[in-house]
C-alpha cells in the first residue's frame, strides 16, 4: 500500500506486506477486538418505524477476533512522525507535524457507480495514540485474512464503528481535513428523530459516528426456543456486552419483567480470555478505570422459570442490558434511539421464548 | 500543601500558594468545567425504592464553573515525574515512574469520627494527560474560592465524579495503589441491584465511580409551574447537558409523550460560551471526535401546547434526554439504573406542568 501525506518522509512511500510481515515498521503483535457493524440491530429499528432500505440485522453484525499485524502509531513514527510536545498535545496536536489531523484510509473495493475508491478516516490523535489500539492486520483468528475480512490488509480501529476499519487497503494518507467520500460524510451519521427522509438532511451539522455505545445482546435461549417446564427449573442465559472507545464494561443485567426489576449477571470471559496478550484477565476483577478494553465480554446467568409460566405455560420475556465504566447504560426503548438510517442502536435487547407447562 | 511519592525530586515538598500564584510550577490558566455530585437526582431513585439515607438531591447538585489556578500535569512535571516513553505508555504506564500509578489527594476536612482526613484518588494517567483538565485551582468564576468551595485550594477533576476534586487541599501523593479511605473505597461506588442493604456488599468486585455518564436536565419550566393557554400557545423548554469523561454532548431531544417521539433542541451553549478559552465555540457547529468537553451545554425549544391540553387543561409531561459524541444516550427507566446509594442518577428527566385551558 502506499503511505503519503504532511510529516511522511519520503511521501509518497510504497509499503509492501513484506515489510510488514519482516518488522521494518515496527514488531508484529496480535490483539483482541471487537468489530460492529453500525447497523447491528437495525431489524429491531425497523420494527418501530420505517427505516432506510439497508441490511436489516439482527443482533449478529457484530464479532471479536484476534487480529495479527503492526501498531499503526508504530508505523507512522518509523515514516517519520514525531511525537508532539505536551504543550501541543494540550492544544489537541495529534503530532509534531500541523497539517496532518486525520488519517485517511483508501480500499480497493469501488461504488458500481462512479467507480470512486471505499474511503474513510478517523482522527490522527486515535491511530497516533499508543493506546488507540489501531492495526494493519493481515492475520484474523491465526489465519490469513479471508478475501470478505480484506485480504491482503486492513486497517483495525478498535472501538470505532466497523466502517472505518478500512479493507483490501490501498493507501493512508494524513490529512488536514477529514475524507470527502460520502461513506464519511453522509452514510455513518445519525440524523435526528425528526428526519424521515434524507434528502433535507444537513450532514454537515451531525458529527460521523466513531465510538460507538454500550451494547449488549442475548444469544442463548434464541429467540423462539421452547423450554419445557417439565424437563428443567432454570435457563441459563448467555450473551455478549461490549461499549466502544475502549471503555471496560462493568456489569450486565437480566430482567424478566421488562426492566423492573434487574440480577446481575456473571461475566465469564474479558479480552477474549486473554488471547493476544500474556495474561487472561480474572473476569471476576473490576475493570480498571483509564484502561482499555477492546474485546467484548461473555456472561451467563440462570433464571429461575417464573411460577406462573412452569404451571400454565405461555411466553418468557427476558431483556439484558449493560454498564460500561462511565457508568452509561443502555436505553429501554427502541423508539428513543430510533434513527431514520438505522444507526447504532443500542436498546436494552429482548428475547422471547416459549414454555410448555410443567404439569 | 505538600506534594510527595516515589518520582517526586526532593520529596515531601512543600508548595505554597504563593508559589502556585506566582507560576514557578506552570502558567496560571482557567477552564470551564462542570462538578457533579454522584448523588445528583438521587431524590428521583428515592421515589422508586428506598436509598441509603443520605442527601436527597433534585437535578441541582451540578454546577459549571470557570477555574482559575495551574494545571496539575505541568506540575509533576516540574516536579519531577517525567513522560514515559511509547512504548511504556503503549503497556499502559502513566509517567517513567514504575510505583507511581494513582494521585492521591487529601483535604484539611476530617471525619467526625476517628479523625481520618477526608481523602480520594485517581488514576495518576488522568493528572499526567496534557489533555486531562486536571488543575489546582484557587479561584472559582473570577474570585478567591469561598469557603464552601475549598478556599483556599482544591483539586478540580474535570469529567469525574465531584468527590474526586478535594478540597482544602492538604496533600497530594503519588502511590501504587489508590486509596484506602472508605470515601474511595465503599462510599462511591454503584451496588448491583440486588443489594438492599450494605453490610454484604463486596465492594472489593466494583470499581469506583471516576468519569461520570451522559446527563441532562430541564431546567424551565419549573415542576409545578402553570401554562395559562389563553395566553401562550408554546412553552419554552431549557436545560443543561453534559457528559463525564470529557465526551461532548452531540444532541438533547425533548419528548411530551413520554418517549414515543422526539424534538431536537437547539444548542445556544457550548464551554460556557467560550469563558477560558480563546474562543467562543459555534455551538451550531458539530463536536469534533477526539476533543475534549469539560462544561455543559444549554439548550431550548419551544413546544406547542398540545391541542387536548389547550381545550381542557390537566398535567403536561415532557421529559428530555442526551447523547454523548460515542452515541450513548440516557435510559428511559429510573428502576434500571437504580442503586442502594443512589448514585449517577442519569434517567430521562421529567418535569411536570399544569395547564390551564384557552376557553
Given at each position: ?188 451519521k445519525i440524523l435526528p428523530q425528526a428526519y424521515t427522509t434524507l434528502s433535507k438532511a444537513d450532514f454537515a ?155
Amino acid at each position: 500500500f502506499e503511505l503519503s501525506g504532511p510529516g511522511i518522509n519520503g511521501s509518497p512511500l510504497s509499503i509492501s506486506l513484506e515489510e510488514l510481515k519482516e518488522g521494518s515498521w515496527g514488531p508484529v503483535s496480535s490483539r483482541q477486538a471487537v468489530l460492529q457493524c453500525a447497523g447491528n440491530r437495525r431489524a429491531e429499528m425497523a420494527a418501530v418505524k420505517l427505516v432506510e432500505g439497508r441490511a436489516p440485522w439482527n443482533h449478529g453484525s457484530i464479532g471479536n477476533a484476534l487480529w495479527t499485524g503492526v501498531e499503526v502509531w508504530r508505523l507512522l513514527r518509523k515514516a517519520g512522525l514525531q511525537r508532539p510536545s505536551e504543550d501541543n498535545a494540550a492544544a489537541g496536536a495529534p503530532s509534531s507535524c500541523d497539517s496532518a489531523q486525520h488519517l485517511i484510509a483508501e480500499g480497493w473495493d469501488f461504488h458500481a457507480e462512479g467507480g470512486k475508491h471505499f474511503e474513510a478516516s478517523i482522527p490522527l490523535g486515535k491511530a497516533l495514540d499508543p493506546t488507540g489500539g489501531v492495526m494493519l492486520a493481515w492475520e484474523m483468528n491465526g489465519a490469513p485474512l479471508l478475501p470478505d475480512h480484506g485480504y491482503p490488509l486492513r486497517l483495525v480501529v478498535p472501538g470505532f464503528v466497523g466502517t472505518r476499519s478500512v479493507k483490501w487497503l490501498k493507501r493512508l494518507s494524513l490529512s488536514a481535513s477529514e475524507s470527502s467520500s460520502a461513506w464519511q460524510q453522509k452514510d455513518y451519521k445519525i440524523l435526528p428523530q425528526a428526519y424521515t427522509t434524507l434528502s433535507k438532511a444537513d450532514f454537515a451539522s451531525m458529527p460521523p459516528i466513531m465510538a460507538m455505545p454500550v451494547q449488549s445482546a442475548i444469544l442463548l435461549p434464541e429467540p423462539g426456543s421452547v423450554i419445557d417446564a417439565s424437563q428443567v427449573s432454570a435457563v441459563w442465559f448467555r450473551g455478549y456486552a461490549w461499549c466502544g472507545g475502549g471503555l471496560p464494561i462493568t456489569r450486565v443485567d437480566v430482567s424478566a419483567d421488562e426492566g423492573a426489576t434487574w440480577a446481575t449477571a456473571k461475566v465469564v470471559e474479558r479480552e477474549g480470555g486473554g488471547q493476544g496478550s500474556d495474561v487472561a484477565p480474572d473476569p471476576n476483577a473490576p475493570p480498571q478505570v483509564g484502561s482499555r478494553a477492546w474485546s467484548w465480554v461473555k456472561w451467563q446467568l440462570p433464571l429461575q422459570v417464573p411460577p406462573t409460566l412452569r404451571e400454565s405455560g405461555g411466553k418468557w420475556r427476558v431483556c439484558c442490558k449493560a454498564f460500561n465504566i462511565n457508568c452509561d447504560s443502555q436505553p429501554g426503548s427502541l423508539a428513543s434511539v430510533w434513527n431514520f438510517r438505522g444507526l447504532a442502536c443500542n436498546a436494552w435487547h429482548y428475547v422471547d421464548v416459549a414454555v410448555l407447562p410443567a404439569a
